[in-house]
């Protein structure tokens, strides 16, 4: 089992990059499914800076014409959420009348994906769909049906393909765990 430190804390190889690359196939089959006869230019929004990594991946499988757009929130200090949504970076482009698909790294308590919904709807998209990487439907506290969701996982704090500790393991193409061993 590989293992990473980052700052303090030790972390355990949790998903393999292949199990990651066959979740990724599975929404962008989803999405392709839904969208193939779209005669509109959807949005994949990318929220930095945790999904863009798993952006990048579910662009190169979409079928369809679309534009890339931006944004930039915060609601976690360390391994804790702090329960307020920041906007850090508005969106970078406009929205309006267009639909957007939310790419997101990781759905825990909701409040953010809540908040993003709100933003999109305030700056006049048509409709938003929500589409994660990973889901931790027992940390979820909004009541949220995400479309395309690449894995569940239980409530534990990870890093790595995109998700950080501080900033850090953001690069690691494997998603580890929290090694409390």
Known sequence: ?????????????????????????????R???????CTDIPVLLCV???????????????????????????????T???????????LTADITGKRVIIVEDI???????????????EKGAAKSYICTMLLKPDACRKDLHPEYVGLEIPNDFIVGFGLDYNELGRNLKDIYILDEE
């Not at 999405?31 to 006869?37: E, G, L, S, Y």
């Not at 959420?81 to 970076?89: A, F, I, K, P, Y």
């Open 107 to 121: 759905v825990d308590s909701g409040n953010t994906i809540v908040e993003l919904q709100k933003i999109l709807a």
């Open 80 to 90: 804790q959420s702090t329960g307020e949504v920041r906007q850090l970076m508005g």
């Open 31 to 37: 999405i392709n499914a839904d969208f193939k006869d």
């Open 48 to 78: 930095l800076n945790g999904s863009i990594l798993f952006t990048a991946e579910l662009m190169k499988r979409l079928a369809f014409n679309c534009e890339i757009v931006s944004t930039k929130l915060s609601s976690y200090t360390g």
């Open 1 to 29: 089992m590989n293992r990473v430190r980052l700052y303090d804390k030790t972390f355990r190889t949790f998903i393999p990059y292949d199990d990651i690359q066959k979740a990724i196939d599975r929404v962008a089959e």
